[in-house]
T-cell receptor, first 115, second 116 residues
Framework: NAGVMQNPRHLVRRRGQEARLRCSPMKGHSHVYWYRQLPEEGLKFMVYLQKENIIDESGMPKERFSAEFPKEGPSILRIQQVVRGDSAAYFC?????????????FGDGTRLSIL | AQKITQTQPGMFVQEKEAVTLDCTYDTSDPSYGLFWYKQPSSGEMIFLIYQGSYDQQNATEGRYSLNFQKARKSANLVISASQLGDSAMYFCAMREDSGSARQLTFGSGTQLTVLP
């Protein structure tokens, strides 16, 4: 069983460019979450999606950030006009359910560096 | 107020000994889940163990067990027979199961070092 697949593993962008982070959930998982981790900190929730729907985006900055989970294909986290403060590790997680013993399983993350 | 508190930034344990990593939480939701994750230096997040708020027994998964004390709102992780490969950052997390929010709220983590 393949786990959560994220790519790229590392991404370097210059200020003002766009960053696209991809996430394919585990087979059978329809719930996808994105988190951001700054150095020496825990993960902070950004957005929760199901197929074609954003369920909760309360943790996502209102500007420059967007997320989608289309009917076909991976979930995408898009950051437009990146700034130095966007440098972080971005993790995607997926789960089979949203209550009870259904943990979120994480991908290996994308390390975004802004020059 | 912090929802998840891990008060030990760093811990050391001798190989083959047991170690307890502390976690306290704060919620008014009667239904919630508690999780522990391991993050090695390579950076991935590995799910270790889950405890539901209504579970009567403490969760166990191999060498990992969760010491769940509901009245004290604590969910400590116990690792028995520590191995060198257990050296990593450990995060406690909570999911509140009422309402529409489904995100995990993480603590600040404990860096565990296993000594040979």
């Amino acid at each position: 069983n393949a786990g959560v697949m994220q790519n790229p593993r590392h991404l370097v962008r210059r200020r003002g460019q766009e960053a696209r982070l991809r996430c394919s959930p585990m087979k059978g998982h329809s719930h996808v979450y994105w988190y951001r981790q700054l150095p020496e900190e825990g993960l902070k929730f950004m957005v929760y999606l199901q197929k074609e729907n954003i369920i909760d985006e309360s943790g996502m900055p209102k500007e420059r950030f967007s997320a989608e989970f289309p009917k076909e294909g991976p979930s995408i986290l898009r950051i437009q006009q990146v700034v130095r403060g966007d440098s972080a590790a971005y993790f995607c997680a997926s789960s089979r359910g949203i209550q009870g013993p259904h943990p979120q399983h994480f991908g290996d993350g994308t390390r975004l560096s802004i020059l | 107020a912090q929802k998840i508190t891990q008060t030990q930034p760093g811990m050391f344990v001798q190989e083959k000994e047991a170690v307890t990593l502390d976690c306290t939480y704060d919620t008014s939701d009667p239904s919630y889940g508690l999780f522990w994750y391991k993050q090695p230096s390579s950076g991935e997040m590995i799910f270790l163990i889950y405890q539901g708020s209504y579970d009567q027994q403490n969760a166990t998964e191999g060498r990992y067990s969760l010491n769940f004390q509901k009245a004290r709102k604590s969910a400590n992780l116990v690792i028995s027979a520590s191995q060198l490969g257990d050296s990593a950052m450990y995060f406690c997390a909570m999911r509140e199961d009422s309402g529409s929010a489904r995100q995990l709220t993480f603590g600040s983590g404990t860096q565990l070092t296993v000594l040979p």
